[in-house]
């Protein structure tokens, strides 16, 4: 007698799985389109809430870290002009979400030949000491790199993200389970999702940030026109030459067009801040 095939019932156990997964997660409008149009919705399984806190303690703990190795805010000409272009760009945050001016904003510079800037969700903001320094960066190009971290936390990025892999991380191994991969399938479908879906969102993450950053300089009278010769600086210094489909980034080519473009768009922005 042959084996009964029950992969039609697998399947729509994982497809139920799935559908109830995803309606789990709230769609949500985390930004107002500003001049340069973000208007995408987002599906988040995250609340804001609990990433807020992670992000706070997670902060707080590196801070002390820091602070013990005396190698938190050294330089006070540094630190100074890191917090009064911060401050200016934060600002300007309402345009795109009002409730950003009632954050927890915090500033602090590292100590580190790391070329590396961030910005937490809820509004912690670090910068290393190497990004400064070695790309010897105007106010302008500090404005472009800050404008478009603070953009990633207005966005809620790392919120999306979080939510997009614990939907996908769910699925696989639903899906793994009910049909008998193994291992070494789940890994295939783990690097699958990756390369279909989790790398692409990322590349948008930083399209999107790279475009409100440029809108939040020009309108804290920062020429925006700088992020086009911030990036080419990174991109000199750093070692990576990952083809486009497979980085996180999008290519330096694809970038610098895309900012020349969008840094035109909000240039009345600028010219009318500098009145």
Not at 122 to 127: L, P, T
Not at 236 to 258: E, G, M, N, Q, Y
Request: hydrophobic share 40%.
């Amino acid at each position: 007698m042959k084996p009964v095939r029950r992969y039609p019932i697998l399947s729509s156990v994982a497809l139920m799985s799935t559908m109830f997964l995803l309606s789990a997660c709230e769609t949500v409008q985390t930004t107002q389109s500003g001049v340069v149009g973000i208007d995408r919705q987002q599906r988040m399984m995250i609340s804001a809430q609990e990433l807020d806190q992670s992000a706070s303690k997670q902060y707080g703990t590196l801070i002390a870290e820091q602070k013990q190795k005396n190698t938190l805010n050294r330089n006070p000409a540094q630190v100074a002009r890191v917090r009064s272009i911060s401050n200016r760009l934060i600002a300007q945050t309402s345009v795109f979400r009002p409730d950003a001016q009632r954050w927890q904003w915090e500033v602090n510079v590292l100590t580190s030949p790391e070329v590396n800037a961030w910005c937490m969700p809820g509004g912690k903001i670090a910068v290393y000491t190497g990004l400064i320094e070695k790309l010897d960066v105007t106010d302008d190009e500090l404005a472009a790199v800050l404008g478009h971290e603070i953009a990633h936390a207005l966005r809620e990025h790392a919120r999306e993200r979080a939510s997009e892999q614990r939907v996908a991380g769910s699925v696989i191994s639903i899906g793994s389970i009910l049909l008998g991969m193994g291992d070494l399938g789940q890994q295939s479908a783990q690097y699958a999702y990756m390369g279909l879906v989790g790398l692409p969102n990322s590349r948008s993450h930083e399209t999107e940030a790279d475009r409100m950053g440029v809108e939040l300089a020009a309108r804290a009278g920062y020429d925006p026109r700088a992020a086009v010769t911030l990036w080419q600086k990174m991109g000199k210094v750093s070692a990576s030459s990952t083809p486009t489909f497979l980085s996180t980034h999008p290519s330096s080519s694809d970038r610098s067009r895309d900012l020349t473009a969008y840094s035109e768009r909000v240039m009345p922005l600028y010219l009318q801040a500098k009145k």
